[in-house]
Structures are given as structure tokens and as C-alpha cells.
């Protein structure tokens, strides 16, 4: 797995993207789900990240430059309300983006094949709240339908957060976490929540994207002729992806 590097420029960036596709080369596959973090630079992406996978906290730290992969193994419960009868292991890739505006140019990359979001801002600083709308509209326009939840970082610097409805999350119907990767506060929840919502989606999303990614992800596709429904399902996919393209 690739991770960032800390210095340079764009150029550095571009490094990175290659490690990761020569990862795949080499034979790393995908993990099952992918998810991605967003916000303004300084928001505290990295340190929820950090809390959730390693359980530690350093204050200080260096912005992320570009993006920085981790994958985690779990295992997910049966999923009771789809009617699923067994969970069992699953890899998940945290996407830890940066927020800084020169990364601008790579976030095409953050969205391809995203499963779930998580949408992060400072209480202590309005303007990463005031920017939602726009790393919202950027998410929608790659992925129109992947879960995405808001989460309300810092709050143990400003317990009186915790009381404001914040609209922004209203107003799009998005799940909102009052979190502190400092103490931890709703950390492992928000995380196990999103990795959930991302298995769901991935297996049972009924939109185009989800349909037409699981139809390629189908070994069988391709190899045999398929029948009935299934195979009505696939046509009406194949034909709405190309009067989409
Ligand atoms: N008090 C407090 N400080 C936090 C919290 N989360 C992050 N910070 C601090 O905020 C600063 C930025 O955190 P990062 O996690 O690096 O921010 P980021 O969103 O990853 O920023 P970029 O990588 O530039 O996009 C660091 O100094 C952190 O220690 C928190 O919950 N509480
Ligand atoms: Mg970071």
C-alpha cells in the first residue's frame, strides 16, 4: 500500500498515485470498500483516522501531502436488515485526503469507486463549516448516491458545539457526529457506522454506479450467458451506462 510523502510539489503527488496503481499491478487488489475523507486543510482528517486505527493522538502534526491510504481488516455482523445471514472479514481503505487547495487537480482520484464519505470541519474555525457546500457539491458530482456523514470535529474545544443543529447536514438529510479525534468522543462510532453504510451500498446501493460496479466486479460476467431477471437486470444496466457515456 502506497502512503505520502511529506514534501515537494504536485510532482510528488503524481508518485503517489502511480505506487498505488503499481500496487494493483503487483497484485494488492482493492479492498472491498473504499472510503474517503474530506474538509478543509487542518480540520483534523488525519488525526480521526489515526485515533480510530491506532487509538493515539498527537497534537502536532504535519498536513497531509496529497493523500495518505490506509486499509484496515474488520469483520462486519450480518447486515439483518437486507436479510443478510452472515457477516465475516472485510478490508476497507481509508482515503486520508488533503485539504489543502493545491491538491485540487487530484480529487477525481479521492471519488473514483468511493463507497461512503465522511465530511469533516472545525468547529472552532466557521469557515470550514462555510466550505461544506462546496466539498459537498464537488462529492455529489462524482458520486451522486454513496453515504456521506458530517462530522462536527474539535468539540472538546468547544463543549457548547455539541447544542447547535449545524443546518448544513439538515438540509442534505447527512447523518451529523459531534467528534473529538483529541479525546476521542464518537470516533470508533462514526467510523464503524461508515464502513456499514459502505458495505451496504456496495452490495445493495440501487442506483446506476452501484449496479454497473458490481456487474463488472461479477467474475461471471462476460463468461456465461446469464438468465431470467438477472439478466434483464444486466442489459437495462449496460443500456442506461451507455446513454450515459
Ligand atoms: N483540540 C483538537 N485538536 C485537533 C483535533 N483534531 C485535530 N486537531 C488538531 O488540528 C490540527 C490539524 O489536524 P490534521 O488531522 O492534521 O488535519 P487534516 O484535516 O488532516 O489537515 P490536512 O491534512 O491539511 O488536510 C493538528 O494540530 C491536530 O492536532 C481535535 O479533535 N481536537
Ligand atoms: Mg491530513
Sequence with gaps: MAAAAS???????????????????????PADVKIILLGDSAV????????????????????????????????????????ETGGGPLTVDFWDTA?????????????YRAHACILVFDVTRKPTYQHLPNWYEELRGFCPHIPAFVVANKIDMNEKATTKRFAFATKNSLPLVYGSAADGTNVVRVFHESIR?????????????????RM??????GHKAAEGDEAEEKAAVVASARRVG
Excluded at 52 to 79: C, E, G, I, Q
Excluded at 99 to 111: D, L, N, T, V
Excluded at 216 to 221: C, G, K, R, V
Design 216 to 221: 463488472l466486479d461479477d467474475p461471471t460476467f
Design 44 to 83: 483534523g482528517k488525519s488525526k480521526l483516522v489515526e485515533r480510530f486505527l491506532l487509538d493515539k493522538y498527537k497534537p502536532r502534526t504535519r498536513s497531509t501531502f496529497a493523500l495518505t491510504l490506509y486499509r484496515y481488516n474488520t469483520t462486519v455482523p450480518a447486515d439483518e436488515e437486507v436479510g
Design 99 to 111: 485539504g489543502q487547495e493545491k491538491f485540487a487537480s487530484m480529487h477525481p482520484s479521492y471519488y
Design 7 to 29: 514534501s515537494g510539489g504536485i510532482p510528488e503527488a503524481d508518485r503517489v498515485l502511480l505506487e498505488a496503481a503499481e500496487d494493483e499491478a503487483a497484485g494488492i487488489a
Design 197 to 213: 453504510a459502505a458495505w451496504r451500498y456496495k452490495n445493495h446501493g440501487d442506483d446506476l454506479e452501484a449496479m454497473l460496479y
